[in-house]
């Protein structure tokens, strides 16, 4: 997701809840789940954290952001395994690097040309801390009767906007590279992006909620510019 003009904020604590393994993968990873928290390249063990590479982000060459009309962009992404995690662990910087120099808020893994269910968010504002997010599988478990119109980009769709009407707040559930399963209530900015970024996990663009015909606009636009731009 591109940043919008005004953002606004509200972020609360992390509620965190660790489990003993991923669902499904007893029989399959056995072995894998029993040394999860133990495996250097996989845990956030023994002083790193998921984000530890952010700090030279800057110098990391930048993942290339696939552009509409990708097929990949329309596919339903198949569920992270735990034998994903180091893959996903090695394309973190490049993909964190394309989102923050596009500059975005939010960046899924079809973006990049990835079938597999995460995405990246930080919608921290411009010269305050960043505050990453890797969701990997989420679920959003609950979501506010109130909806809020917020004008949405899309570093897919570039220089494309439009107002998009959402849940104003949700919860949402997802793994971490630990394996862990995370809560978190978000609302307003935060919460527009995870909803804009989960839908890209299941083929689903932000124009996908507008009109036909102002669908179709921003569509026949879009192709014009990237013409107009290999010239």
């Known amino acids: 997701m591109r940043q919008p003009a005004d953002p606004t904020i509200w972020c609360p604590p992390l509620r965190m809840q660790a489990l003993p393994s991923w669902d499904g993968a007893e029989n399959l990873h056995s072995n894998l789940i029993l040394d999860w928290h133990s495996a250097p390249a996989l845990a956030t063990s023994q002083g790193m954290s998921e984000f530890d590479f952010l700090s030279g982000i800057d110098d990391v060459p930048p993942t290339p952001i696939l552009i509409a009309p990708q097929p990949v962009l329309r596919e339903v992404t198949r569920d992270v395994r735990p034998e994903d995690i180091a893959f996903i662990r090695d394309q973190l910087p490049g993909m964190f690097s394309a989102m923050y120099k596009a500059p975005g808020i939010g960046l899924a893994a079809p973006q990049v040309g990835l079938g597999m269910r995460f995405a990246l968010v930080d919608v921290a504002e411009e010269d305050a801390p960043r505050e990453p997010m890797l969701l990997i599988n989420p679920e959003i478990i609950s979501d506010s009767d109130q909806l809020a119109a917020r004008e949405e980009g899309c570093l897919s769709l570039p220089n494309q906007y439009a107002e998009v009407v959402r849940p104003e707040s949700i919860r949402v559930r997802y793994r971490n590279l630990a394996g862990e399963t995370l809560e978190r209530d978000a609302s307003g900015l ?16 932000f124009v996908d909620h507008l009109s036909t015909l102002k669908r179709n606009m921003i569509m026949r636009r879009l192709a014009k510019e990237q013409k107009l731009g290999r010239r």
Do not use: K, S
């Open 190 to 205: 935060l919460a527009t992006c995870i909803q804009h970024e989960m839908d890209h996990l299941d083929g689903i663009l």
